[in-house]
């Protein structure tokens, strides 16, 4: 594939970057036009409420889906543009790690890793092996490449399928909900997994998350969403600083009927708002 080419801003690469996207489910316009740029080395983290945008946002930048009008730009390459073969390349350079860990319950932990060099490498059975330990040592789950995923707890299986994700040594990270349905204290084990991998690998990663605690306290940079729109993009102190009603409705848990004035609740009503 060759360099890849980047666009530079504010000293670093942007390598991601999105243009007034807009996606929409039949007569439901699910993202207005977002926009947003992520730089080389950060963890951005984009969070909202249920109904947000932020798994349609994430289906764009993974290219499980391309939008109705916009641009997706990845490691240089719009989205929009690759064919097949380019497509597949390029996602050589991207892990995911899945909400649900989607592991293959029929394969064994070590198995489920090496899945991907298995596809894309020619190597021979006892380096992959060899690279599937190292990956499972860096999340914490050295030793356990013999177990199936039946066997695994909520946790080591979100850790599992983050040592898939980074298997093939890719320069983006994505993370669904990796928080999701686990307890304070492993949610708290998995946050700092993921501050290490951005600091070891120096890799970008972007999580989706409606968990604010985590999302806090991982983010170089928020993305906040809001019914198909972003309201903010800044740092962890400029959102918490921020003066719109929304956001802080969001941070602070607050349901929006209780700060909605009777002007604002009857144009929602009538189709005006």
């Known amino acids: 594939m060759g360099a890849l080419p980047l666009a530079v801003a504010e000293g670093r690469p942007r390598v991601i970057e999105v243009e007034n996207v807009v996606v929409r489910y039949g007569e439901r316009t699910i993202l207005k036009g977002v926009s947003f740029d992520i730089y080389d080395g950060e963890i951005m983290v984009?969070?909202?409420g249920s109904g947000s945008g932020k798994s349609t946002l994430l289906r764009q930048l993974i290219a499980l889906e391309t939008p109705d009008a916009g641009t997706v730009k990845v490691l240089g390459r719009d989205l929009g543009r690759l064919k097949g073969p380019e497509l597949a390349e390029l996602r050589k350079h991207m892990g995911v790690a899945f909400q649900g860990g989607a592991l293959f319950s029929s394969m064994t932990v070590g198995e489920n890793?090496?899945?991907?060099?298995?596809?894309?490498?020619?190597?021979?059975?006892?380096?992959?092996?060899i690279m599937a330990r190292m990956k499972l040592e860096v999340v914490g789950l050295a030793g356990f490449e013999g177990l199936m995923p039946s066997e695994l707890s909520g946790g080591m299986t979100k850790r599992a399928a983050f040592a898939r994700?980074?298997?093939?040594?890719?320069?983006?990270?994505?993370?669904?909900?990796?928080?999701?349905?686990?307890?304070?204290?492993?949610?708290?084990?998995?946050?700092?997994?993921?501050?290490?991998?951005?600091d070891a690998l120096g890799i970008t990663i972007v999580v989706v998350t409606h968990e604010l605690e985590s999302a806090l306290k991982i983010a170089d940079r928020l993305i906040v969403l809001d019914r198909g729109e972003i309201l903010m993009v800044g740092s962890v102190e400029e959102v918490r600083a921020s003066p719109n009603p929304r956001i802080q409705n969001l941070l602070n848990r607050r349901s929006e009927e209780a700060t909605l004035d009777a002007d604002a609740y009857l144009r929602r009503l009538t189709g005006e708002g």
């Open 165 to 198: 994700a980074i298997i093939m040594d890719p320069k983006l990270l994505f993370c669904d909900e990796p928080s999701a349905g686990l307890d304070p204290i492993v949610a708290a084990e998995l946050d700092d997994l993921i501050l290490k991998l951005r």
């Open 46 to 48: 984009i969070m909202g």
């Open 113 to 129: 890793i090496m899945l991907a060099l298995r596809e894309h490498t020619d190597l021979d059975e006892r380096t992959m092996r």
